[in-house]
């Protein structure tokens, strides 16, 4: 029975048109589901990774184009759920077509997984833990894209592959081998989605034999200090000064060091841009001193050569 004659025959029986709303909307198009829980139940069962994207497949230009020249061809449809749950995380403007339950879903899962930006595609494990992360899209043709997230099935083998080594494994050893499978993501997924995994490597290098202990834990406070600055940028309605100031206040009760400071010595070079370009320039200068190989250190390299030409 397809869908339109399934639904058609619900709406003569009487079934609430809430009820079939959530009765379909839990699959989007071509073969999506749209709910992580059950995603992740499905990928458990079926032996799969996850393929998540988030989206805004309304107004979002990158979205739109990914769409029509990947994830719509031929090539995906057959070849990506051979090893993957496709789940489909949207937000767009015209929210009719989405359940309650659906944007706050996508509220949620945006800040567990630190989206900066859509399209956002992770690779993850049944459960919901990423091995793989790509922002945007480059233009790549649709075998291209398939054939290297493809690839990167090699990389949840190598994060596997640590992970069991660490069962059999204990102490500060362990602790080694689950730090070297977390290697395999960048710090900031690794602090939001293996939480538990980051606990038992400071635990199990409780003295810092192994310098886990004191990179994990710098981890989590560079973190918590960036999420503490956003919520500062966020909130602050004030003028300019006002928002220095708060900044100011946040670097003095947080000590931060390393990215997370340089990040907030960035944020007040930009803010300063307009009105005062020569010191603008000085905080950038500074700001690209705490960690010069950082991608904030290398945006401020494009920025200082664009914007701050010598005479």
Not at 52 to 57: A, L, N, Q, V, Y
Not at 67 to 88: I, W
Not at 268 to 286: C, P, R, V
Request: aromatic share 8%; glycine share 8%.
């Amino acid at each position: 029975m397809n869908s339109l004659r399934f639904i058609t025959r619900n709406v003569l029986l009487g079934v609430g048109t809430a009820a079939i709303l959530s009765l379909t909307s839990a699959q989007a198009a071509d073969g999506w589901l749209v709910d992580f829980e059950k995603a992740k139940a499905q990928a458990a069962k079926e032996g799969k990774s996850i393929l998540m994207e988030f989206t805004g497949s309304d107004w979002c230009p990158p979205c739109k184009a990914l769409a029509k020249n990947v994830l719509t061809q031929d090539v995906f449809k057959t070849e990506m759920p051979k090893d993957f749950v496709l789940l489909k995380l949207d937000s767009p403007r015209d929210k009719s077509k989405q359940t309650p339950k659906e944007i706050e879903q996508y509220k949620t899962l945006s800040a567990k997984y630190g989206i900066q930006g859509v399209p956002t595609i992770f690779l993850a494990d049944a459960k919901g833990r990423p091995y793989y992360q790509t922002v945007g899209y480059s233009g790549d043709p649709a075998d291209k894209y398939v054939a290297n997230l493809k690839e990167q099935l090699g990389t949840l083998a190598k994060r596997d592959a640590s992970f069991a080594k660490a069962g059999n494994a204990s102490g500060v050893e362990k602790a080694k081998h689950l730090a070297e499978g977390l290697s395999l993501v960048d710090d900031e997924t690794a602090l939001n989605t293996y939480a538990d995994v980051v606990s038992e490597i400071i635990k199990l290098d409780a003295d810092n034999q192994a310098g886990l202990k004191a990179k994990f834990e710098g981890l989590k406070n560079s973190v918590g200090f960036k999420a503490a600055l956003e919520a500062t940028m966020r909130s602050s309605r004030g003028a300019p000064e006002d928002t220095l100031a708060a900044i100011d206040k946040l670097i003095a009760e947080k000590k931060p060091s390393g990215e997370a400071l340089q990040e907030a010595i960035f944020m007040k070079g930009a803010i300063l841009f307009q009105s005062d370009k020569a010191k603008a320039k000085t905080l950038l200068l500074e700001a690209k001193k705490h960690a010069p190989d950082s991608e904030t250190g290398k945006r401020i390299d494009g920025i200082l050569t664009q914007f701050f030409k010598e005479e």
